[in-house]
C-alpha cells in the first residue's frame, strides 16, 4: 500500500540550511505537499510540488523530487527559531475523479538552536 | 479571504457518547476532506465530500460518518465513543481543481474520558 517515510527529528543551528527528507511508495502520486504544524495549530501548507518537475522553489524554500528514487525534501534557507515546527511530507492518491487523499508520513520535528 | 474555520476547538466527552464536528471550508471551496490525528498512528484520512456526496472514504469503523451541506460546510458525527477516539480532528477543504492543495483549519480536540 502507499506509504511516506521522514525521519523524526533534525536539529539545527539559527542561520543554517535545513534538509528534511522523504520517501514515497505510489508511483501514481501526482503531487506531493509539505505542511507545517505548530504546537496547538492545525496544518499550514509551506509548498507543494507536481510529480513532472524536478525542483521548485519558493523564497526560502527549495523543493527537490528523484522520481526515480521516489524521494522529495524540502530546504529552508537561513533557518530562523521561528521554524521550529514539525513538518509533514504528503502524497495525494487519485481515485478516479476524486480530489483524493493526502498520505501523510510521521512528521519530522525541526529544532531551531539560537 | 478567511481560512478553514472548525467548531469547537475542544471538546471534552465521556465513553458512548456521541459527538457532532463542524467544518466551514474556504468560500468557493467545494470539497472538504477530514483527517484524525494521533501521536501513534499520525495524520489518518477519514473521508472526503464533494456537493454533498461522500466521494472517498479511509479505512474507520462506521462510527465515524460524515455528511455536507449545500452551502459546502460539512460536519462528522462520532458515535459511542471510545477512549481511542481521543484525537485532535482536522478538516481541509480545496477548490476541487487539479493542482490545488488542500488548505486546514485548526481543528477540533477531542478527548474522551
Known amino acids: 500500500g502507499e506509504d511516506v517515510e521522514q525521519s523524526l527529528f533534525l536539529s539545527v543551528r539559527e542561520g543554517d540550511s535545513s534538509v528534511i527528507n522523504c520517501t514515497y511508495t505510489?508511483?501514481?502520486?501526482?503531487?506531493l505537499y509539505w505542511y507545517k504544524q505548530e504546537p496547538g495549530a492545525g496544518l499550514q501548507l509551506l509548498t507543494y510540488i507536481f510529480s513532472n518537475m524536478d525542483m521548485k522553489q519558493d523564497q526560502r524554500l527549495t523543493v527537490l523530487l528523484n522520481k526515480k528514487d521516489k524521494h522529495l525534501s524540502l530546504r529552508i534557507a537561513d533557518t530562523q527559531t521561528g521554524d521550529s515546527a514539525i513538518y509533514f511530507c504528503a502524497e495525494s492518491i487519485r481515485y478516479g475523479g476524486s480530489q483524493g487523499n493526502l498520505i501523510f508520513g510521521k512528521g519530522t520535528k525541526l529544532s531551531v538552536k539560537p | 479571504k478567511a481560512g478553514v474555520t472548525q467548531t469547537p476547538r475542544y471538546l471534552i466527552k465521556t465513553r458512548g457518547q456521541q459527538v457532532t464536528l463542524s467544518c466551514s471550508p474556504i468560500?468557493?471551496?467545494?470539497?472538504v476532506s477530514w483527517y484524525q490525528q494521533t501521536p501513534g498512528q499520525g495524520l489518518q484520512f477519514l473521508f472526503e465530500y464533494f456537493s454533498e456526496t461522500q466521494r472517498n472514504k479511509g479505512n474507520f469503523p462506521g462510527r465515524f460518518s460524515g455528511r455536507q451541506f449545500s452551502n459546502s460546510r460539512s460536519e462528522m458525527n462520532v458515535s459511542t465513543l471510545e477512549l481511542g477516539d481521543s484525537a485532535l480532528y482536522l478538516c481541509?477543504?480545496?477548490?476541487?481543481?487539479?493542482?490545488?492543495?488542500?488548505?486546514f483549519g485548526d481543528g477540533t480536540r477531542l478527548s474522551i474520558l
Open positions: 481541509a477543504s480545496s477548490p476541487d481543481r487539479v493542482g490545488q492543495p488542500q488548505h
Open positions: 505510489d508511483s501514481s502520486s501526482t503531487y
Open positions: 468560500s468557493g471551496h467545494r470539497s
